[in-house]
Nanobody, 119 residues
Framework: QVQLRESGGGLVQAGGSLRLSCAAS????????MGWFRQAPGKEREFVAA????????NYADSVKGRFTISRPNAKNTVYLQMNSLKPEDSAVYYC????????????WGQGTQVTVSS
């Protein structure tokens, strides 16, 4: 049974930093892409960043490029999202998700972690 467990959310002032973690378990993820998404109240869920489990290629939403970094250290089943220079508009529930490299649909989702950035 696949489990994705996020942690690391919280309240931070604008300009500050947070690091989110996503602990993945329940299968081998070597042919998977791990993604971070976020959803603010009254808004649709949006893509933030993704990383290929094997090889480590990444991509980012334009709104977070240069401020957020997604990573997966070798030999760890954990994906990180380092968030720097946070803005109030980054406030949202952040979700970790996983999809096969052979599809475009994310099949597995975590429960989410709240990030609130105060101005």
């Amino acid at each position: 049974q696949v489990q994705l467990r996020e942690s690391g959310g919280g309240l931070v002032q604008a300009g500050g930093s947070l690091r989110l973690s996503c602990a993945a378990s329940g299968r081998t993820f070597s042919n998977y892409v791990m993604g971070w998404f976020r959803q603010a109240p009254g808004k649709e869920r949006e893509f933030v960043a993704a990383i290929r489990w094997t090889g480590g290629s990444t991509n980012y939403a334009d709104s977070v490029k240069g401020r957020f970094t997604i990573s997966r250290p070798n030999a760890k089943n954990t994906v990180y999202l380092q968030m720097n220079s946070l803005k109030p508009e980054d406030s949202a529930v952040y979700y970790c998700a996983a999809r096969s490299i052979f599809t475009t649909t994310y099949d597995y989702w975590g429960q989410g972690t709240q990030v609130t950035v105060s101005s």
